[in-house]
């Protein structure tokens, strides 16, 4: 069997763990624990290690979905997640101008360690203040268009918007690649 490994990662909040239940065919496995900082103003629950879904695409083919927690203090399992993968995902929540930076951080540390296609998704783009895509771009430090991944809005809660980020990122892999998928 032909495992393509995706990751999805990204700040606090994004969507990450959503984004993976929304389109794995088996029972996510995932490392959630009670937030009990100042996340739990945010959400109940947060990753602390990390999400595995799988769905599969092909025959004898299979996406393992990999989600990373959003926390910095975890960031050791940014860098476990990513040495093996195929390409990632950046969930970044576009009314959250506040997790910005970190979106930023998280897109530099793994440019930093690998070199595979990446996609950036727009969460919550339907969210009262949410920035507009080049306006999110900027914030991420993604100056000129012509070298910036990327970019689409999500719905992790939508297979169909889930179904067409992995489409994108399968395919700009199988482009990028001499790996056959």
């Known amino acids: 069997m032909e495992i393509l490994r995706i990751v999805i990662t990204g700040g606090v909040g994004a969507g990450k763990t959503t984004f993976i239940r929304t389109i794995s065919e088996i029972d996510v496995v995932d490392t959630d624990k009670r937030a009990t900082d100042e996340l739990a103003e945010l959400k109940t629950q947060t990753t602390v290690a990390l999400d ?16 990373t927690p959003g926390q910095a203090r975890f960031d050791f399992m940014w860098d476990i997640l990513i040495q093996k993968a ?3 995902i950046l969930l970044v929540d576009a009314h959250r101008p506040d997790h910005f930076r970190n979106g930023r951080k998280i897109l530099n540390f793994m440019n930093q360690r690998v070199q595979i296609p990446c996609l950036i998704g ?8 949410a920035w507009e895509m ?16 990327p970019m689409m809005v ?28």
């Open 52 to 67: 595995f879904g799988r769905l599969g695409f092909a025959q004898n083919q299979s996406l393992h979905l990999y989600g």
């Open 86 to 88: 195929h390409a990632y």
């Open 122 to 129: 727009l969460t919550h783009s339907d969210r009262p203040g």
């Open 134 to 149: 080049e306006d999110v771009a900027i914030a991420l430090g993604l100056l000129d268009e012509a070298t910036r991944p």
């Open 154 to 181: 999500v719905n992790a809660t939508d297979s169909a918007s889930v179904k067409e980020a992995l489409v994108w990122l399968i395919q700009e892999f199988a482009n990028c690649s001499k790996e056959p998928i």
